[in-house]
């Protein structure tokens, strides 16, 4: 992508509105643009990083087993009815008449629509288990939407719902989901920390929620420090084999969000040099609740005995909007955003330090092929603008790193690289640039870990 052509608006002033670093650094990157208290419009590069986000969240999913559908945004009340959420929701559910005067909803949460869309289709005990997953847009009319995309209104989730024959199986499906969580969160460069938590109007006795810790994360946390360095599965992890090692090997150690636990039991139940007391972001929460849906929705299939068994079901969320900030939240310097590799707008961003010098530009519209030949995201910036002003802008939108040439290095034949996380940076010959960065990006892009 070239600049000239791009749509970047960056802001040089800090927004008075916004609180905390992701949301003001969101707003100058040009990354959203706020419509309405809790809504907003995703500008192309923050669309961008949503979804490289939301393509790590799919693959994962896919890789355990899940699989995608797409439900509606706009529900009909009388579903909702019937599992006795209706009433029991609040004034957080956005409730909307249609022209015949009909109940209808913008849904918070799609509980009640996949389990309509099981019963309707799911008859045998041979088709379970069954884990369906979509990501679509909600809406939570929240009493304090704030921190940007973070605590928004209309909002972006992957909901998945598991559907098995009893409780050991619904287990099953639980520990398949908390591992392609603990995945998800690492290929984006986070640490996703598991911790018992408290199920609220989904329901249910069984309920973890993911945090990345940050300081301006809204949930007390108290955790085993263990756990915020400990090697997430990999790659070649068996989703059809038995995943309850992993499973009992992560939550042995203490994890718990403030509903769940006191400061006090937790000195108690974590050695001393192992305490660690922080402030989390949730970005994902996963729920097993039986047959809470499936009983008043009559959600039951047919057992090999040819009796009728009611389903066990859990929910599992992620909200890939607000990973985005979160990202932000974890990797940020005075200047920017410091993107990791595998979410980050662009990989690589060519700067041409004199836009208009006939030989420069020839030499950076060569380098910029030859980028992306080699398979890079590349944002050239090929404005005519001082180079202060172009490397500000680099640092502030956190492509991680930058491949900076300008006719005095062209004279000599050498190109600089700047390592937008650490600062470091490299002269190297012209020739060999490309091949660099790529060996740079490759490993760092956590696609085959
Ligand atoms: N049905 C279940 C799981 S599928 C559910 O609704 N769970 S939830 O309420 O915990 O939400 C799941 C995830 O959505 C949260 O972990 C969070 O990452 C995201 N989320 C929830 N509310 C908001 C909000 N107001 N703004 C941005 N993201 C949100």
């Not at 309405?36 to 693959?59: C, D, F, Q, R, T």
């Not at 199986?169 to 290929?187: E, I, S």
Request: charged content about 25%; overall charge negative; some cysteine.
């Amino acid at each position: 992508m070239r600049l000239s052509r791009y749509f970047l608006p960056v802001l040089k002033e800090s927004p008075k509105e916004a609180e905390i670093v992701s949301h003001k650094l969101m707003l100058r990157a040009g990354m959203i643009k706020q419509q309405a208290a809790g809504s907003y419009s995703w500008l192309p590069l923050g669309y961008k990083v949503l979804n490289k986000v939301i393509k790590i969240v799919e693959e994962e999913q896919n890789r355990s087993g899940a699989v995608q559908l797409l439900m509606p945004t706009v529900q009909s009340a009388d579903l909702w009815k019937e599992s006795g959420r209706y009433d029991a929701y609040g004034k957080e559910m956005l409730r909307i008449k249609d022209r015949h005067e009909r109940d209808m909803l913008y849904g918070p949460t799609n509980e009640e629509v996949i389990t309509d869309i099981f019963r309707t289709y799911v008859r045998s005990y041979k088709d379970l288990p069954l884990n369906l997953y979509h990501i679509q847009w909600k809406f939570r009319d929240e009493v304090r939407p704030r921190f940007g995309t973070m605590r928004s209104r209309e909002f972006l989730m992957k909901d998945a719902y598991s559907f098995d024959l009893d409780e050991a199986g619904a287990k099953k499906a639980f520990q398949r989901m908390f591992v392609a969580y603990l995945r998800t969160f690492y290929r984006m460069g986070l640490t996703g920390i598991p911790m018992r938590a408290d199920a609220g109007p989904i329901g249910g006795d069984l309920s973890y929620e993911f945090h990345v810790l940050a300081e301006t994360g809204e949930s007390q946390v108290f955790l085993d420090a263990d756990l915020a360095t400990k090697p997430v599965p990999p790659i070649d992890t068996d989703f059809s084999g038995d995943l309850s090692p992993i499973f009992d090997d992560w939550t042995s150690l203490f994890a718990a969000t403030e509903e769940m636990t006191d400061e006090k039991t937790f000195r108690a139940a974590v050695s001393h040099n192992r305490q660690l007391m922080a402030r989390g972001i949730e970005v994902g929460h996963i729920f097993y609740f039986g047959t809470k849906y499936s009983e008043p929705m009559k959600a039951t299939v047919t057992g090999a005995d040819g009796k009728e068994i009611t389903v066990h079901m859990g929910s599992y969320g992620i909200g890939p909007t607000r990973l985005v900030p979160a990202i932000i939240e974890a990797s940020h310097d005075d200047n920017g955003i410091i993107w990791p590799v595998s979410v980050a707008p662009f990989e690589v961003e060519l700067i041409n330090l004199k836009a208009g010098d006939k030989d420069t530009d020839a030499a950076c519209g060569t380098l910029y092929d030859e980028l992306q030949t080699a398979g890079l995201d590349v944002l050239f910036d090929d404005r005519d603008q001082p180079a202060g002003a172009k490397f500000a802008t680099a640092d502030l939108i956190g492509i991680p790193y930058q491949l900076i040439l300008g006719p005095r290095g062209l004279k000599d034949g050498q190109a600089e690289i700047k390592h937008r996380k650490t600062g470091e940076r490299e002269t190297l010959p012209i020739a060999s640039a490309v091949a660099r960065i790529k060996s740079l990006v490759e490993p760092e892009r956590r696609d085959t870990v």
